[in-house]
């Protein structure tokens, strides 16, 4: 119901004060405007933002008539700082300090026009953080009857019940392992909301309560990665005005989170250490992963770099803590050596082989096969018990899932073909890549070691000069027949390990995406999501 105060709206049909003790005054003020209305060509009294038919000007004057109302409409007016809100819905400040507040029939009169007015406005201060208007409106008289009272708690419960929805909505995502920035979890968890929740009267003391537990949820889901940011949100529990109840375990769940500091993981202790730092958009543990891998690959090149200077041979480094000993490790360290050395068999017979597609597994089968061929004879114990091994396991060659799931997304930016090459302890499969397409390559539940070897010109007959010296001879077949920027030093210094936990890709839907780009004249792999949940990625050696 919108609010007109008479005396205003008199003083400005009048043009200066009314009397409104003279009746004799306000009739004759009353037959002038009728006349008014009758003349005008619609029927419509109109003077200034205010308009009037014929019966709402009858019943506007009938109302100055009746009771206390002309009196009421007095003291408002009297008030610029409710007046001022009663006609733009805007608080300003403090109302007058008068006795009249607080007689009920005043509020009787005052509440069908504030009570929108006022809940409209807590609703907006709330959502768009704005202390200083929430505070003013609460600790102004309150000026609403019973009826009115319950109407406007019903509507901003709601609001508040909304917000709690989504609280709880986020902290499921977390818990599920989606990355969310701090700065958008601080529309749930920031100092201001909480003095503003702190502003709402005593019957929203059980809800605020209910926001504790939320906010306590909300630090336990996201501490694993942001410590900082996790502790932060329980402190702020402890500065709202709850039940003891949420502070106990609000205390129970600190004592927790401060003894989980002394065993935090290595990659987020060092983002804790870079507090402000840290890049906004990443949790600690994701800044320390990246520092460590940027840290991996650098040492890595200096180390690679010192090795070229000292050795005119190329030679191939692999990693020695997950496939030294395994069926795999000498066959890929074999087909490594001859991708880097171009170590091709000098056949004059013309390339006949079709250019493989994206998907196509280019070397995996012959390799594995070779591998599960009899064994030519040899007296080394070590070759034939890793072989007898080798035989009894189980050939887990990989399956595609209709969803993709436990996979790599590999997505090659250049403009050349890139070949992802993967290891495992007991299998190895390649996935051809064309120029700017993906394709998405299984993980097995086991280490996985991801190569990547690029260049131009594929020829499907050229063979390796010299078959792999053990007990079954697999020789190389298909090679590119030019480098393309750094791809040989790419395919010898740069591979990604990924260690799969079984618990979390048992449910878990969700790939891995990884984009082969190039920068100058270096190639690099780029991460394209922040989410490590159930895998542990290094950089091989």
């Known amino acids: 119901m919108k609010y007109v ?58 109302q100055l008539a009746a009771g206390k109302e002309l009196f009421f409409h007095a003291q408002v007016a009297a008030d610029p700082v409710l007046l001022h809100f009663l006609d733009k819905g805007e608080i300003t400040g403090r109302f007058s300090d008068n006795p009249l507040y607080e007689d009920q029939a005043f509020m009787k009169f005052i509440s069908p026009y504030y ?15 704005k202390l200083q208007a929430t505070t ?33 909505i986020v902290i499921g995502k977390l818990r599920n392992g989606a990355a969310i920035p701090w700065k958008e979890l601080q529309n749930f968890a920031n100092i201001t909301l909480v003095q503003q929740l702190n502003a709402l009267p005593r019957g929203f003391h059980e809800w605020r309560s209910d926001y504790g537990i939320s906010l306590i949820n909300l630090g336990l889901a996201v501490y694993r990665k942001d410590f900082r940011n996790g502790m932060a949100a329980l402190e702020l ?16 769940w600190e004592v927790k989170l401060k003894e989980y500091k002394k065993k935090m993981k290595l990659a987020q202790r060092i983002g804790y250490w870079l507090g402000p730092l840290k890049p906004k958009m990443l949790s600690e543990e994701g ?3 990246l520092v460590l891998i940027i840290s991996a690959v650098l040492l890595s090149r200096l180390f690679f770099s010192l090795i070229e200077t000292k050795s005119p041979r190329p030679e191939i480094i692999t990693s020695f803590d997950y496939f030294t000993n395994t069926r795999t490790y000498e066959p890929v360290k074999y087909l490594l050596y001859h991708l ?46 890793m072989a007898k091994e080798g035989l009894n396991a189980s050939h887990a060659s990989p399956k595609g899932n209709p969803a993709h ?16 090459l993967i290891q495992t302890p007991d299998t190895f499969y390649s996935c051809y890549i064309s120029p700017g397409d ?8 086991a280490v996985n070691r991801l190569y990547v070897y690029v260049g131009e010109h594929w020829d499907g007959t050229k063979e390796a000069q010299y078959a792999m010296d053990d007990v079954r001879g697999y020789r190389v077949k298909g090679f590119f027949l030019m480098s393309y920027k750094n791809s040989k030093q790419f395919l010898k210094e740069n591979n990604l390990i990924f260690k799969l936990d079984p618990m979390y890709w048992a449910t878990s839907d969700r790939n891995i995406p990884i984009e082969i780009g190039a920068s100058g004249e270096h190639i690099h792999f780029n991460l394209l999501e922040n989410n490590a949940a159930g895998i542990e990625m290094e950089i091989g050696d």
Not at 115 to 129: C, G, M, Q, Y
Not at 237 to 252: A, I, P
Not at 438 to 445: E, Y
Request: glycine share 4%; aromatic share 8%; net charge negative.
């Open 136 to 168: 003013d409106l609460f600790a102004n008289p309150w000026l609403l009857d019973g009826e009115h009272t319950t109407i406007s708690y019903r509507r901003i419960f709601r609001y508040m019940h909304i917000v709690e929805e989504q609280v709880k």
């Open 5 to 62: 105060n008479p005396i205003i709206f008199l003083e400005a049909v009048q043009g200066g004060p009314v009397d409104t003790g003279n009746t004799a005054a306000l009739s004759l003020l009353r037959k002038k405007m009728l006349a008014e209305l009758d003349l005008s060509d619609d029927k419509q009294f109109k003077t200034g933002e205010w308009a009037f038919d014929k019966h709402q000007l009858l019943q506007f004057f009938d």
């Open 287 to 289: 800044t320390g992963s």
């Open 405 to 420: 799931r436990q996979s790599l997304h590999l997505y090659n930016r250049l403009i050349v073909p890139a070949i992802a």
């Open 438 to 445: 993906s394709a998405f390559v299984p993980l097995q539940l």
């Open 340 to 385: 880097q050395t171009d170590s091709i068999y000098p056949l004059n017979k013309k390339d006949t082989s079709k250019t493989p597609l994206t998907g196509d597994d280019v070397y995996g089968p012959d390799l594995m096969a070779e591998l599960e061929k009899p064994l030519r004879k040899t007296n080394d114990t070590a070759i034939l018990k």
């Open 115 to 129: 009570e929108p007015l006022f809940t409209n406005a807590v609703i907006d201060s709330l959502k768009h953080r």
């Open 237 to 252: 529990v402890s500065k709202l005005d709850t039940t003891m109840y949420v502070q106990e375990e609000k205390e129970r």
